[in-house]
């Protein structure tokens, strides 16, 4: 049985592009919810090497709505994974034509949730701050070199410096 790859690639110009794509599809698919979409993570970061992933997190007014949406999300391939371990997230995954690997995550929050938050200033900090940047960067290859086919794993492994990073950032006025 093939497993998902945790194979990075050198980062693609093309990655804002797929993202301002992906979020027209979802403004059509999801036209009855206010929502303010995000491109997030490793692939809207210039330079960051990255699984090829785009990664969308959308705020809405009321989470439980999304729930409504389930069946044509899927109908456009992206399948509903519920709070997926993180409570009041709504979590969606599209598969690329293999069915094992990812191409595109979607993480539902409502508006304000301190996660989603979170996951944002993650991103605007690495985009400010070098030192972090590499940081990251190096943990990601190091993951994948490591658990190149173990997703989970791979997470754990950069988990204790998305902490570090976390705690520098609440520490940093510029990004409360």
């Not at 969308?56 to 409504?68: E, G, P, R, S």
């Not at 400010?128 to 658990?147: D, G, H, P, Q, T």
């Not at 791979?154 to 204790?160: A, G």
């Amino acid at each position: 049985m093939r497993k998902r790859e945790m194979k990075l690639e050198l980062y693609n110009n093309k990655w804002p592009e797929q993202y301002q794509e992906i979020k027209e599809e979802l403004t059509k698919l999801l036209s009855g919810l206010e929502l303010e979409c995000h491109h997030f993570g490793s692939t809207s970061i210039k330079g960051m090497t990255s699984k090829p992933i785009i990664d969308i997190l959308i705020f809405v007014k009321n989470i439980n709505m999304v729930d409504t949406y389930n069946d044509s999300m899927l109908q456009s391939g992206y399948v509903a994974k519920g709070e997926n371990g993180i409570p009041r997230r709504r979590y969606f995954v599209k598969y690329a034509k293999d069915e094992i690997n990812h191409i595109v995550h979607i993480h539902f929050y409502e508006k304000g949730d301190p996660k989603g938050l979170q996951e944002l200033r993650f991103r605007d900090y690495l985009k400010e701050n070098r030192m972090a940047f590499k940081r990251y960067l190096e943990v990601k290859v190091e993951a994948s070199e490591k658990y190149k086919d173990n997703p989970e794993a791979y997470q754990n492994h950069k988990s204790t410096v998305i902490d570090d990073i976390n705690k520098e950032i609440a520490k940093t006025k510029a990004f409360k």
